[in-house]
Antibody, heavy 122, light 112 residues
Framework: QVQLVQSEDEVKKPGASVKVSCKAS????????ISWVRQAPGQGLEWMGW????????NYPHKLQGRLTMTTDTSTNAAYLELRSLRSDDTAIYYC???????????????WGQGTTVIVSS | DAVMTQSPLSLPVTLGQPASISCRSS???????????LSWFQQRPGQSPRRLIY???NRDSGVPDRFSASGSGTDFTLKISRVEAEDVGFYYC?????????FGQGTKVEIK
């Protein structure tokens, strides 16, 4: 079955970086994209960005430009999210989700990972 | 960015009774291909979100038929015909027509 398995929870200090992984199985990884969504404690869902696995197109909100890197590795069917210069308000659960689009076109996510909690604290 | 506004934000419901959640977009969600990319997600306590509905009214596989959705343009609705205990949690609409994707604030469904 389609599954996305994410890396373990992390605790980081302010100013550090974190890299979350998302390993896909059960489908043709290159035929879909990956979106990343985060959820701060007690808050709603915030879409962080999308990457096309096949042609490495990206899209993400302006507020995260300069701190966010999304990559994929088709040899291991994995996607990665790196967030730099961490602040306390980056404390959240980070989810990867399979995205039905592989080009910059409308669509949505269908299957989600289990989430990775990132705590930023001194 | 397309701002998604849900109401109500809290919805206490009696078991077996219907529930309805509204989602409004600040922009039309109709794309030039004629499709409308509005999805609904359920998030049970302590779980990852789960997609229930895509393209306004298409139920995902395994979603009970007590869940239905409708709407067009900027106004959308998710309905639960008879709320069951397992329906407790948060419900989010999300638009996928415009970049960046945006979610509604979420509606908390709880049992009275």
């Amino acid at each position: 079955q389609v599954q996305l398995v994410q890396s373990e929870d992390e605790v980081k200090k302010p100013g550090a970086s974190v890299k979350v992984s998302c390993k896909a199985s059960g489908y043709n990884f290159a035929s879909y994209g990956i979106s990343w969504v985060r959820q701060a404690p007690g808050q709603g869902l915030e879409w962080m960005g999308w990457i096309s696995v096949q042609n490495v197109n990206l899209n993400y909100p302006h507020k995260l430009q300069g701190r966010l890197t999304m990559t994929t590795d088709t040899s291991t069917n994995a996607a990665y999210l790196e967030l730099r210069s961490l602040r306390s308000d980056d404390t959240a659960i980070y989810y990867c989700a399979r995205d039905v689009v592989q080009f910059l076109q409308p669509g949505e996510m269908d299957v989600w990972g289990q989430g990775t909690t990132v705590i930023v604290s001194s | 960015d397309a701002v998604m506004t849900q109401s109500p934000l809290s919805l206490p419901v009696t078991l077996g009774q219907p529930a309805s959640i509204s989602c409004r977009s600040s922009q039309s969600l109709v794309y030039i291909d004629g499709n409308t990319y509005l999805s609904w997600f359920q998030q049970r306590p302590g779980q990852s979100p789960r997609r229930l509905i895509y393209k306004v009214s298409n139920r995902d596989s395994g979603v009970p038929d007590r869940f239905s959705a409708s709407g067009s343009g900027t106004d959308f609705t998710l309905k639960i015909s008879r709320v069951e205990a397992e329906d407790v949690g948060f419900y989010y609409c999300m638009q996928g027509t415009h970049w960046p994707r945006t979610f509604g604030q979420g509606t908390k469904v709880e049992i009275k």
